[in-house]
């Protein structure tokens, strides 16, 4: 199951709600990246450019398609190449943590450690241009402004169950 949205909409804290409450390893793309490129990501921007960073992503949602099923915490802007859209959605659910830019600027309390996140005008209109990619990749979509971690990862959880996605996943992951 792959969580996307902007940056700022909880999908690494709910994903790990949501890995412990359903007994999935979780994973976390962008600590993924960060891993494989032995730097934190300002500085994968720094010396390679966003160019560079897209490249590593994608590579990265390659390997993750290739792993147990697990909960995916994906970086906000997966769905900028529509090759990581489709490897998604021919590997799992996609599941949309929706939230506003401001909603997301009141959460994120360092925003060094997110280049593209630098001042809330340019994310505004960043999410307004993203958000109908967010809309088409995803299978379901989870409002998140104003509530809790843990109501949200409940949300995605009987949503995904009532879609018989868990059944499938757990029977896949004992197989
Ligand atoms: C990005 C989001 C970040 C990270 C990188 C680029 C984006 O992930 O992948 O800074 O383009 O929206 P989070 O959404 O986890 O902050």
Not at 24 to 44: F, K, N, T, V, W
């Amino acid at each position: 199951m792959y969580l996307i949205g902007f940056m700022g909409a909880g999908k690494s804290t709910v994903a790990r709600r949501l890995s412990r409450m359903c007994g999935l390893a979780s994973i976390d793309m962008d600590s993924y990246i960060e891993r494989l490129a032995g730097m934190p990501i300002p500085q994968i921007f720094e010396e390679s450019g966003e160019e560079g960073f897209r490249r590593m992503e994608t590579q990265a949602l390659r390997d993750i398609a290739a792993m147990e099923p697990m909960v995916v915490s994906c970086g906000g802007g997966v769905v900028t190449r529509p090759e990581n859209i489709a490897l998604m959605s021919a590997h799992g659910t996609v599941v949309h943590l929706r939230v506003t830019a401001d909603q997301a600027a009141a959460r994120i309390s360092d925003t060094s450690s997110r280049p593209l996140f630098q001042d809330l005008a340019a994310a505004r209109a960043r999410l307004e241009e993203r958000l109908p990619a967010y809309e088409a990749a995803a299978d379901l979509t989870i409002e998140t402004g104003g509530r809790s971690v843990g109501a949200i990862a409940h949300e995605v959880r009987r949503a995904l169950e009532r879609r018989g996605v868990l059944e499938r996943l757990d029977a896949s992951s004992v197989a």
